[in-house]
């Protein structure tokens, strides 16, 4: 659907989708991925999006620059952050769909893109069933950009020419993970796992004993684009005692395949903002931590 909210013509049956006049008083919802949470990175219709906004419904992963340039008044924290608090997903469905009827322009603000294990799909069929109006923008999602910014492509020539993007974090209702790591370590590709720190220990347990060499090249990068990003390497062997020597925490994207090696062949020339000056975790104080500002 376009901005000024326009749906589907008349005559639709009880089977089909609901649809909305333009003359109903129903506010429109926005769907909006803010990318890894740098502000250079957000689009531009997100941020057109997000200033002309009634209320912005957001999660705390588009960090804190970018939260922080949003109005205090017109901002709702509808965040989940695993192991710690969190709001129902059913709360920040029925939210959306009062402030829409209420009139509202309602900007969803998620991290990275909104249809990455963002819960994008779940809230549009919400929004689909309840006959309210919305619209998907996308965003750079964490997943790619969150790897780049520390040098490490996601695909390449000479180590990878497939990625796979799994959740670290799934439904905990689920009777059994639907994460065949069996399968993913028999592709030879790179391996991009979203939200998965806490379950490292118990996934390269897995990804080894389906086959995967102990020696595969492994990357943890915490707070992708943000101010205090950190980044540790490692194997499949020794990256959870890196991750403990570094204090790396949720967020976090973990990087598993050959192509994570290339982090050590370019990073002294790497001049992405608050990458380039981070050591591997091998290499940092004493105190495990990962300096954001040392060359």
Avoid: C
Avoid at 19 to 24: F, G, K, L
Avoid at 117 to 133: I, K, N, S
Avoid at 163 to 187: N, R
């Amino acid at each position: 659907m376009s901005d000024d909210g326009a749906g589907a013509g008349s005559g639709a049956n009880a089977d089909e989708p609901p649809t909305r006049r333009r003359d109903d008083g129903v506010g429109t919802v926005f769907l909006v991925g803010s990318g890894p949470g740098d502000p250079d990175l957000l689009t531009v219709k997100a941020k057109r999006l997000i200033e002309s906004a009634d209320v912005v419904l957001h999660d705390k992963l588009p960090g804190p620059e970018i939260l922080g340039e949003i109005p205090e008044a017109k901002r709702e924290d509808v965040g989940k952050r695993a192991g710690g608090e969190w709001t129902p997903q059913e709360y920040t469905n029925r939210r959306m769909v009062e402030l829409a009827r209420e009139g509202n322009r309602v900007v969803r603000l998620k991290g990275g893109d909104p249809f990455v294990f963002g819960r994008g799909g779940e809230e549009a069929e919400h929004l689909a069933e309840a006959g309210v109006p919305f619209e998907v923008v996308p965003g750079v999602t964490s997943a790619i950009a969150g790897p780049s910014v520390a040098g490490i492509p996601v695909t390449h020539r000479d180590h990878a020419s497939s990625v796979s993007f799994v959740t670290g974090h799934e439904d905990p209702t689920k009777d059994e993970s639907a994460v065949d790591w069996e399968a993913l370590a028999a592709t030879g590709g790179t391996i991009v796992v979203l939200m998965g720190v806490g379950k490292l220990p118990a996934y390269t347990a897995e990804l080894r004993d389906a086959g995967l060499g102990g020696d595969t090249p492994v990357a943890l990068v915490e707070r992708a684009t943000w101010p205090d990003m950190r980044v540790a390497t490692g194997t499949l062997d020794t990256i959870v005692d890196a991750r403990d020597e570094a204090g790396i925490e949720p967020p976090a994207i973990t990087v598993i395949g050959d192509v994570a090696a290339t982090r050590d062949r370019v990073v002294t020339f790497l001049e992405n903002a608050g990458s380039a000056p981070v050591r591997p975790a091998t290499e940092g104080d004493d105190d495990g931590s990962v300096g954001g500002d040392e060359t």
